[in-house]
């Protein structure tokens, strides 16, 4: 049998194919974005306790009340945007599920949504299933800012969505005000959906605040947030994701959603209910922690001899392997580099569409969520490494 053509440019993750690549050879894996230490005590403790007390069936189809009031506490404190727990917060199986859900329920045959890239791998994925279009909008080293007037002009007839990832997965990328605004602005004036990927909302360094696509004139009532506790709880596996916007928009992404996994993860849950109403050092820790990471990441990157793009955000940094090893695609880079050196990374290549292919070809991202010693460990291969 044929599998279904839409997936045939997709291949597998690339995610997947590190990971495994890592583990068969010892390397060092800064490719999956996963932090391999364990989240807050009390997130942890709370799950635990809840399977103890019998929360292990079914939960409720839009998830337990206890986390969708947590979501919408969350969006209040953090953001001053107000949803109804009831019609206007859903529980996904992740944002991934949240990302799939809103573009099949959505998204009609032949429509467009515009997108920015590198993005991450789901997206074009999503887009393609739902039988529809990504328009990319490419996003440029050194500071990846994105082309306002590029992303009006292509907006057409068929444009239904504006899909918005900040901050930025691969690059750290944290759009500004005026940007968001000006997103919110072009979706506003043409009748367009937001689609706002904000899973690094907590991982922000160097002074710069996370604004909620929501926050932005006009973008209320026409943008779907999408988070998770997997990055802000160190908790990937548990895969707890929502979505917050207007009630015809999230209802028809539980339209798609309900035939998915219809729910998962009943007592965890309440644990990532539990991480929501930690105070505010918590979430202020976790960034300081990661921008450690990320200080003693980049400079020996930079004295590997690759080129270094600035990152403000996430879990990840992007460079240039070119000055390394010229000429050479970042899939074989990857590739040389964990078995000759043992470090992971993952090639930026696959987070562009097919027609833009050579804008990332050289372009290599590494992730610093990771304890000291192990990135004390990959610098150590690293700098003994003579490409
Ligand atoms: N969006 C972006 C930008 C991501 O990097 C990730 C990776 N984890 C996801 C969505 C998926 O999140 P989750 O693990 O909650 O499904
Ligand atoms: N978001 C993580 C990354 O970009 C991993 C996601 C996944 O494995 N699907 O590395």
Redesign the pocket.
């Known amino acids: 049998m044929t599998p279904n053509p839409r997936l045939a440019p997709f291949g597998t993750t690339i995610?997947a194919e590190m990971s495994a690549l890592a583990a068969e050879i010892g390397a060092v894996n800064l490719g999956q974005?996963?932090p391999d230490s364990d989240g807050p005590a009390e997130v942890l403790d709370a799950a635990v306790d809840a399977i103890r007390s019998g929360l292990n069936q079914y939960p409720p189809g839009p998830g337990m009340p206890v986390l969708r009031s947590a979501v919408a506490d969350h969006q209040r404190r953090f953001y001053g945007v107000d949803y109804d727990m009831e019609t206007e917060v859903l529980v996904?199986?992740?944002?991934?599920?949240?990302?799939a859900g809103a573009m099949l329920g959505l998204l009609q045959p032949d429509d467009e949504v515009i997108v920015f890239e590198p993005?991450?791998d789901?997206?074009q994925a999503c887009i393609a299933l739902a039988g529809a279009r990504a328009v990319p909008v490419t996003l440029r080293p050194p500071d990846y800012r994105p082309d306002i007037d590029r992303v009006r002009a292509l907006v057409g007839p068929r444009t239904r969505a504006i899909l918005v990832?900040s901050?930025?997965?691969?690059t750290g990328m944290m759009m500004d005000e005026d940007e968001l605004g000006a997103i919110a602005e072009i979706a506003a004036e043409r009748g367009l959906v937001i689609i706002s990927?904000e899973?690094?909302e907590h991982l922000v360094f160097d002074g710069f605040r996370h604004r909620s696509m929501a926050e932005f004139p006009g973008a209320r009532e026409r943008t779907l947030v999408?988070?998770?506790?997997?990055?802000t709880f160190r908790t990937?596996g548990w895969?707890?994701?929502w979505v917050c916007g207007p009630s015809h928009l999230v209802a028809a992404t539980r339209a798609a959603k309900q035939f998915l996994t219809y729910v998962n993860g009943a007592p965890f849950q309440p644990a990532i209910a539990r991480g929501l109403g930690l105070p505010d050092e918590y979430f202020h820790g976790i960034a300081d922690d990661l921008c450690k990471r990320r200080d003693e990441l980049v400079p020996a990157l930079c004295s590997v001899g690759f080129e270094v793009f600035p990152t403000r955000s996430?879990?990840?940094v992007t460079v240039d392997a070119a000055p390394v090893i010229p000429g050479m695609d970042g899939r074989e880079f990857c590739r040389r580099m964990a078995h000759d050196a043992g470090v992971v990374a993952i090639p930026n290549v696959v987070f562009y569409s097919e027609a833009n292919k050579a804008a990332g070809r050289s372009l290599v991202r590494f992730a610093f969520c990771k304890r000291p010693e192990v990135i004390a460990e990959a610098v150590e291969r690293l700098q003994g490494w003579k490409p």
């Open positions: 995610f974005g996963f996904t199986a992740g944002a991934t599920e949240a990302i993005m991450y789901s997206y990832n901050p930025h997965n691969p990927d899973v690094y999408i988070s998770s506790g997997g990055k990937t895969k707890i994701g996430t879990y990840f």
